[in-house]
């Protein structure tokens, strides 16, 4: 089981962490939404809660709760800026179908 960042997401979090007094640690999940089903959470927070998986990459913590996890195990968290619009982006190998604009997915 394992949750990845590429080098630009591994940045943007860095970039983000520098401006806080406090560790960052980024907690990744899904919701029911969106019109495939599925449609994925990013937050930054400071707390870790004892049901939550723990990744390290790069020395960033990434959590998943364990519901969330069964869905996105292996994906790959990227950032990706393209002119004014900036957005995490998600390579998840479980997927049978995502929307066109990549907002939500179906297992």
Known sequence: MAISLTKSAIDRIKSYSDSTESEVIVRVGVKKTGCNGFAYVINYTSS?????KVFEDHDIKVIVDAESLKLID????DFM???LNEAFRFRNPNISGECGCGESFSI
Not at 48 to 52: G, H, M, P, W
Not at 74 to 77: F, P, Q, S, V
């Open 48 to 52: 870790i809660e004892d049901e939550d």
């Open 74 to 77: 292996g994906t790959e968290i």
């Open 81 to 83: 800026k393209d002119g």
